[in-house]
């Protein structure tokens, strides 16, 4: 059993900058894939960026590509979702998300724990 909160969300102006974090609680942490994935106002929830059990590799929705960069300390039991030079297009309910496996997961119903999302808004 894993229990997540999130944390960090906020207003912020377009072209701004914010961190994500996303707490675990549970001795296992490390042997957790994590995820991060967004839902704005009427839409359906999509990928942000997956991050495996071990940090060592990385994946991320090409609309945040060159932009976000999801890490992890498995010290802290936390993962964190860095997201700069954001745009109007990132305002969204951000959720992080955990799945026991090695691989990197980018479908949301391949996660079987979610937190209970944080706010950005990013203002033109």
């Known amino acids: 059993q894993v229990q997540l909160v999130e944390s960090g969300g906020g207003l912020v102006q377009a072209g701004g900058s914010l961190r994500l974090s996303c707490a675990a609680s549970?001795?296992?942490?490390?042997?957790?894939?994590m995820g991060w994935f967004r839902q704005g106002l009427g839409k359906e929830r999509e990928f942000v960026a997956a991050?495996?059990?071990?940090?060592?590799?990385?994946d991320y929705a090409d609309s945040v590509k060159g932009r976000f960069t999801i890490s992890r300390d498995n010290a802290k039991n936390t993962v964190y979702l860095q997201m700069n030079a954001l745009k109007p297009e990132d305002t969204a309910v951000y959720y992080c998300?955990?799945?026991?496996?090695?691989?990197?997961?980018?479908?949301?119903?391949?996660?079987?724990?979610w937190g209970q999302g944080t706010q950005v808004t990013v203002s033109s």
């Open positions: 998300a955990a799945v026991r496996t090695n691989k990197l997961v980018a479908v949301p119903h391949g996660y079987g724990y």
């Open positions: 549970g001795r296992t942490f490390s042997s957790y894939a």
């Open positions: 991050i495996n059990w071990s940090g060592g590799s990385t």
